[in-house]
């Protein structure tokens, strides 16, 4: 009697195990339509965060879809005119700067400026910092030899020059002429303002003062060959000569 009690239980156990095993096998299983309906939920759910953040985000314009804007042209009379006012009374002056504008109709003395006032915080900068890899493409060779040397000469001594960039007061071309090369020279007087001090090997500062804003006046002369147009399409001016003010 026992053994036929267990036989049945046994066979009642085996029909329940199979019967809970194909139960999960079907409700583990999505269906097409499943799919499509929890797809349908997802998309609902975005639309409604969408819409929630739509007053919090602003979309940016896409670059590729903005218009560029037209280049303008400028006359070379009315270049002329404004390098007539540029140059003021100085009538020489301005007979200068139009030989550079005969050979090269793109040039601009308020342009020229602000590209000189650039290079010349470059300059002053890398010399500071020792960075002979800036200068070799702002200086002529015979400049970025006497730069280098410099440095050379503050590497061997230990000394480091601390320095901050203030910011050019004042940027005035006193001279300008086109050689028998077609070399056009501009020459500038900066006005600028430093934060100067050179330390030795221990730190401690030997000239200059780190606290003190310094006038410092310089001139310079920038050259650029513009006498082909092969020539003209370099635009890049060098540091051909330093001098200092009276």
């Known amino acids: 009697m026992d053994g036929e ?4 239980t046994l066979l009642s156990l085996v029909v329940a195990v199979v019967a809970i095993i194909k ?12 799919d499509t309906r929890i797809q349908r939920k997802r998309e609902a759910m ?11 985000v602003v979309a940016l314009p896409r670059r590729d879809r903005e218009p560029e804007p037209a280049e303008s042209i400028v006359s070379v009379a009315e270049v002329e005119e404004r390098i ?13 700067l139009m030989d550079i504008l005969r050979l090269d109709s793109k040039f601009e003395p308020d342009t020229f400026l602000r590209g000189a006032k650039q290079a010349y915080e470059m300059i002053v900068t890398a010399f500071a910092e020792g960075n002979r890899r800036i200068l070799r493409d702002l200086l002529s060779a015979d400049v ?18 601390d320095q901050s960039f203030v910011g050019i007061n004042k940027a005035d071309i006193l001279e300008a002429e086109v050689s028998s090369k077609g070399v056009a020279s501009v020459t500038v007087r900066f006005v600028s303002q430093l934060i100067s001090a050179t330390r030795d090997k221990a730190g401690e500062i030997i000239e200059g003062d780190d606290s003190r804003v310094k006038d410092v006046t310089d001139i310079w002369t920038f050259s650029r060959d513009i006498s082909t147009k092969e020539a003209r399409r370099n635009l890049n001016w060098k540091l051909v000569g330093t001098q200092s003010p009276n």
Do not use: H, M, W, Y
């Open 46 to 56: 975005s639309k409604q965060v969408a819409g929630s953040q739509s007053d919090k």
């Open 23 to 34: 139960l999960r096998s079907l409700l583990g299983r999505r269906t097409e339509e499943d």
């Open 5 to 8: 009690i267990n036989l049945l």
């Open 84 to 96: 007539k006012a540029f140059a003021g009374a100085n009538t020489q002056l301005a007979t200068r």
């Open 144 to 161: 970025f030899d006497s730069f280098s040397r410099a440095i050379s000469e503050r590497e061997q001594q230990n000394l480091v020059i």
